[in-house]
């Protein structure tokens, strides 16, 4: 299925069997019509009831300037609720630092075609209210102005800002916090939640500094950070600063850093330590005087979490403020934390549309339990692909509107609202399906197959079916695309009426195995060898690691097959020739008398 620098200074569609049968209207309301409205049906925290662009308009990201029309820029700086979506993926290399000041907005990276999007070279800082931002890769790296964070919420003196959540990003290489809150004096930030992230191989993982209150940090993997995963300064008496639920924590030098004052949460985490990097501090969650409130205020509700070896749970300061609840909670149902690494691993980050290859390295250190910490690393590709067909541009693919029953003519229909109070818009964007009546064919579910490879696509739910392209009939059809392709059915019911479902097939490309150059060694030697072009290996040795260590007695010719994304590679070989050990004869033992000479001959 279709699925300025003074500012510095200063400081993916899942099918449900369900529908809806309703009368179609077309809806006038304002952001308060969607009052405790889920900003997705995922979404958890303080900042959970974000509504974003939701009911405004929808602006498209068409090439990756820095910027002009088409732009990022320009659609981050426009005003007015706004959904932004992307028509082009890859890189965006930013010229500087993007300040948003515009709020209502959501920024959908899940829309982008290829492996989604990146940006370079400098930091987005949201300077608004009611913001929902997702799956998108910030990596500012050493090109961005100085002091840039990757992501930076601000609050300048004023400025009251709310409801921000940020799901499925990925964020590193900053040259100061990956995730940085903040406000100036008579400014405030509250309300916000990041979840799903990554936020990794920076000095400061992330920072809420002062005059910020009611903030989570849900689901997400710290990753490689020296410092703050995380860190809050400077509490306000009477408020409640944070809860860290759910989270994993990788390759710290110091963990969970509260200022003394603070009133938080941190609940069924997991502290795991890299063997390539020392922790400093003996606690994972230490009670700071830097930036202390109030201390007698402390109130530290800390349960469930897993240590790293060799730590303790928290420090002297905090244990007497330590409580047996929490003091305010945004209602998350956290999992235990020995579940953490199945539940969160295969869908942190920018998982959708597709992982990069940085993100990638992250948790296969995470899950090997090696990698050293980093501030910069190799940009990775971010390759495009062609956008879905959208006729009326209401951000909606025309293969989708035509599967859940809306019109490829019509754009305000991406703003009728449904009885669970999400637009039509917000369906496709949140991998959600809608049916316009009793009757509907279904396609089955999207098909991942690899090149090469023969599939038979399957629809049900009418008495005859016609597939395009091709236009053949049959409930029932065998394709070997040699793309990634989206086959539509046309369903005719025994009422005479008709329905649409369409089916995406992807085709994986076939691995190519490089196992290495021939070699030679002397008998009684060991070598490595090393295979490249895929993400998984399988030797004849039986070993499917990258790298095999082999000592063979005699030249042996060794194979390895490469798989990615479920495909398999033809063989490939290397041969390890053995040279045999020289006999050497020194002749026979002589005597001699002294001061004579003789010649020795091998």
């Known amino acids: 299925m279709i699925v300025p620098n003074l500012r510095m200074d200063s400081y993916g569609i899942l099918k449900n069997n369900f529908f809806y049968l309703f009368i179609a209207a077309f809806f006038c309301f304002t952001t308060n019509s969607f009052t405790q409205q889920l900003a997705f049906p995922t979404a958890e925290g303080f900042g959970k009831y974000a509504s974003g662009g939701r009911g405004g308009s929808v602006i498209k990201v068409t090439n990756l300037n820095d910027s002009g029309p088409g732009s990022l820029r320009n659609a981050l700086l426009a005003s007015g609720p706004r959904t932004i979506v992307f028509e082009v993926g890859g890189t965006i290399n930013l010229a500087g630092n993007i300040y948003v000041t515009n709020g209502d907005f959501t920024l959908a990276g899940q829309t982008a075609p290829g492996d989604g999007i990146l940006l370079k070279g400098g930091m987005v800082e949201v300077e608004a209210s ?173 349960s469930g979490n897993i240590l790293a070896q060799g730590t303790t749970q928290n420090n002297s300061a905090i244990s007497p403020y330590l409580q047996s609840s929490p003091y305010a909670s945004s209602g998350i149902q956290a999992i235990d934390a020995n579940q953490l690494e199945a539940s969160l691993l295969d869908d942190v980050g920018v998982s959708y549309p597709a992982r990069d290859d940085v993100d990638i390295r992250l948790i296969n250190q995470y899950i090997n339990g090696n990698g050293s910490l980093a501030t910069s690393g190799t940009y990775p590709t971010i390759q495009n692909d062609t956008a879905p067909v959208d006729t009326d541009d209401d951000g909606m693919p025309d293969a989708w509107e035509i599967a859940n029953g809306l019109n490829i003519n019509d754009p305000s229909d991406r703003n009728i609202v449904q009885p669970d109070g999400y637009t039509n818009l917000e369906y496709y964007l949140n991998f959600m399906t809608l049916a316009s009546g009793a009757n509907q064919v279904n396609a089955g579910d999207d098909l991942t197959i690899c090149e090469g490879e023969t599939t038979t696509l399957t629809a049900t739910g009418a008495d005859s079916y016609i597939w395009t392209p091709g236009n053949i009939s049959g409930a029932s059809i065998d394709v070997n695309p040699s793309s990634n392709i989206t086959y539509t059915v046309t369903g005719t019911h025994s009422d005479g009426s008709t329905s649409t479902d369409a089916v995406v097939v992807t085709v994986n490309p076939i691995p190519v195995a490089n196992a290495g150059g021939d070699v030679e060694i002397c008998q009684g030697q060991s070598i490595t060898l090393t295979a490249s072009g895929g993400t998984s290996y399988l030797w004849n040795t039986g070993q499917t690691s990258e790298s095999i260590t082999v000592n063979p007695n005699t030249t042996t010719t060794y194979s390895v097959q490469a798989i990615q994304n479920g495909c398999n590679s033809e063989l490939d070989e290397v041969v390890v020739t053995v040279n045999p050990l020289p006999n050497v004869d020194a002749g026979l033992d002589v005597t001699i008398n002294y001061g004579e000479s003789y010649e020795l001959t091998a």
């Open 130 to 302: 009611n913001v929902i931002i997702r799956y998108i890769r910030f990596r500012p790296g050493p090109s961005a102005p100085s002091g840039a964070d990757a992501l930076n919420i601000t609050a300048w003196s004023g400025q009251h800002h709310e409801n921000i959540i940020i799901d499925h990003c990925s964020l590193s290489w900053a040259s100061d916090e990956n995730f940085d809150i903040r406000a100036l004096p008579n400014g405030s930030v509250k309300n916000v939640t990041i979840q799903n992230s990554i936020m990794a191989e920076c000095g400061y993982g992330s920072l809420a500094a002062e005059r910020t209150t009611n903030l989570t940090y849900y689901r997400n993997l710290y990753a490689h950070n020296s410092e703050r995963n995380t860190r809050k300064g400077y509490p306000i008496p009477g408020t409640f600063d944070f809860e860290l639920i759910n989270n994993l924590i990788y390759g710290f030098r110091y963990a969970t850093v509260p200022s003394m004052g603070a009133k938080f949460t941190v609940l069924n985490n997991k502290y795991k330590k890299s063997s390539q990097t020392t922790i400093m501090g003996g606690s994972v969650i230490e009670g700071t005087t830097g930036g202390q409130g109030q201390v007698s205020e402390t109130y530290a509700y800390i």
